[in-house]
């Protein structure tokens, strides 16, 4: 069975300063997709990124991006100058590829972030 | 605007009592999902569906019934049967797409009195 995990319960940068968020995850498949979403205060929550496993190149979305090592089983996000709106708890997840017939998300624990003034 | 819609916002329960969340999208997703979230242990899936009239049980299905019968529906039943029901309850919904990511509702408190 694949798992997800977040080590970090809580990290905390300081604002404009870059955070990397960490997660492991075990699979023995090769095609899968990986996601990271945010969840602030509001609990509303919002896809951040996505990487596929098939692609080499780590994905980027403006401050934010991930380092991707499939070898490894890691993926990491990184934010570059943090605000105070990046403030909230961050979940990795990851979802198995097309043949599996299945949608099924498996989601980490989380980590929190802080983001200080 | 199309989104997810989730009823009631806080919802308490008595003791032996059933409750239904309500669930409703409007984006044309095929798949559904009912998730528990509990402090320090992230989502966890309760049930999903990724057709009309089918839906499969997830990692905590024990206590909860769900039904299918509209694309754009997807009622989760808490039952009396569920002896810890207060989370907080995210409904979410997707493509048949591989690629495509979930879509999230703002999520039903459930609190038992």
């Known amino acids: 069975a694949q798992t997800v995990t977040q080590s970090q319960p809580e990290m905390s940068v300081q604002e404009a300063e870059t955070v990397t968020l960490s997660c492991t995850y075990d699979?023995?498949?090769?095609?899968?997709?990986l996601f990271w979403y945010k969840q602030p205060p509001s609990r509303q929550m919002i896809l951040v990124i996505r990487?596929?496993?098939?692609?080499?190149q780590n994905a980027t979305e403006n401050r934010f991006s991930v380092n991707f090592q499939k070898a490894a089983k890691s993926f990491s996000l990184k934010i570059s100058d943090s605000q105070l709106g990046d403030a909230a708890m961050y979940f990795c997840?990851?979802?198995?590829?097309?043949?599996?017939?299945?949608?099924?998300?498996?989601f980490g624990t989380g980590t929190r972030l802080k983001v200080l003034a | 605007d199309g989104g997810i819609t989730q009823s009631p916002k806080y919802l308490f329960r008595k003791e032996g009592q059933n409750v239904t969340l309500s669930c409703e999208q409007n984006?044309?997703?095929?798949?559904m999902y009912w998730y528990r979230q509990d402090p320090g242990q992230g989502l966890r899936l309760i049930y999903y569906?990724?057709?009309?009239?089918?839906?499969q049980k997830g990692d905590i299905a024990e206590g909860y019934s769900v039904s299918r019968e509209k694309k754009e529906s997807f009622p989760l039943t808490v039952t009396s049967a569920q002896k810890n029901p207060t989370a907080f309850y995210l409904c979410?919904?997707?493509?048949?797409?591989?690629?495509?990511?979930?879509?999230f509702g703002p999520g039903t408190r459930l609190l038992v009195l």
């Open positions: 979410a919904s997707s493509t048949d797409r591989v690629q495509e990511t979930q879509y």
């Open positions: 699979t023995s498949e090769s095609d899968y997709y």
């Open positions: 990487q596929e496993a098939y692609k080499q």
């Open positions: 997840a990851y979802r198995r590829g097309s043949y599996s017939g299945t949608y099924k998300y498996i």
């Open positions: 984006l044309n997703h095929d798949a």
């Open positions: 569906s990724q057709i009309v009239n089918d839906f």
